[in-house]
């Protein structure tokens, strides 16, 4: 059979299916499990025959869906929240490594960029992030204390700025997604071009180990904007290439996405938030142990729970639909 054929033929039940999950509709068990039962078998079908089609990109995503309302709506009964980050979440978001894997690629090429620029300009610094603060700075570094502006006001004043501060940049990198994806872009690229001049300002001035005190709060907080950077690249992505769905379906979908997660950051941006504002300004005082300990303890939580954990929870969902199949 064709491929059209195969669509034109099933599409209208794919539809009435996806709709009933997107709108959270109550289904008759036995009609539920007869949808999945159909949808399993097209996909299976999909899979030997359509090979890195559409169709089969789309029979993926909505035998996802169906699979979590199937098998997890018994735990989100007894807690939502919990079943959110431990199994919706990671299933949903291993949908968008390749996307996260371009919104990294764009950042780290905008540090590349501030790198090479502060090193071939010394004031290329003082365009990027400001004569008052590189100012300031030197002046810290002339004094000893290269990192004294962490450790300026109360812990729990700044502990609530920093979050607040750093969940509205993620919020802004999403949003701005609306605009084409170029909006995200252009934060993913400010945000890089900052750190690659800021590091290389420290290493100009011979003391680039001490960045390691910012790397305490800096881990998760620079990979944390670059997956809300993820999230802004896919709701623009999803109306500049929407697959089988209309443009409008097709955006308010990544929207949703988008939106899903940057809500799966907001823990994170708490947790660098209290790092830098109640660890961070003791770190030049920290033994170095510690000190590498907690970044990389920080670079191993983001890594695991975006990267790793989705494939992993994914191969067993796999496993899962293969015996049913």
């Known amino acids: 059979m064709r491929e ?7 599409k209208e ?73 431990k199994y919706e979440f990671p299933l949903f978001f291993k949908t968008y490594h390749k996307t996260l894997l371009y919104a990294f690629l ?60 750093n969940i509205r940049v993620a919020i802004i990198a999403f949003a701005f997604g609306v605009f084409f994806s170029v909006g995200t872009m ?20 011979g003391i680039l180990e001490k960045t390691s005190t910012i790397w305490l709060h800096g881990t998760i907080e620079i990979s944390v904007i670059v997956i809300a950077g993820c999230a802004g690249l896919v709701m623009g992505n999803s109306f500049l290439f929407p697959k089988t769905y209309s443009r409008r379906v097709a955006f308010t979908k990544g929207a949703k996405d988008g939106l899903k997660i940057v809500v799966s950051t907001i823990p994170f941006f708490i947790i660098a938030g209290f790092i830098e504002g109640f660890i961070t300004r003791y770190g030049e005082q920290m033994p170095s142990i510690i000190s590498y300990g907690i970044i990389s303890c920080s670079l191993f939580l983001i890594v695991f729970y975006y990267i790793i954990y989705p494939i992993k929870l994914n191969k067993i969902y796999k496993s899962e639909l293969n015996k049913i199949k």
């Not at 059209?4 to 099933?10: G, H, L, T, Y």
């Not at 992030?129 to 810290?140: A, K, P, R």
Request: glycine share 4%; with cysteine; hydrophobic share 40%.
């Open 106 to 165: 764009i950042f780290m090429s905008a540090v590349c960029i501030g790198i090479v620029s502060t090193l071939n300009d010394d004031s290329f610094v003082r365009l990027i992030l400001g004569d008052h603060y590189v100012n300031m700075t030197i002046e810290n570094i002339e004094n000893g204390e290269p990192m004294a502006v962490y450790k300026s006001g109360s812990n729990i004043g700044s502990f609530l700025g920093i979050t607040i501060n």
């Open 186 to 205: 252009y934060i993913l690229f400010s945000n890089g071009i900052m750190l690659g001049a800021f590091i290389t300002f420290f290493y100009n001035y």
């Open 13 to 85: 039940k794919w539809m009435v299916f996806e709709s009933a999950l997107h709108n959270n509709a109550k289904i008759n068990p036995d009609d539920l499990a007869s949808y999945y039962i159909h949808l399993t078998n097209d996909l299976s079908y999909a899979q030997t025959y359509y090979p890195d089609s559409k169709t089969l990109l789309y029979l993926n995503s909505l035998a996802s869906e169906a699979h979590q309302k199937i098998y997890i709506t018994k735990r989100e009964s007894k807690n939502k929240i919990v079943s959110f980050w």
């Open 4 to 10: 059209a054929s195969f669509v034109k033929q099933n």
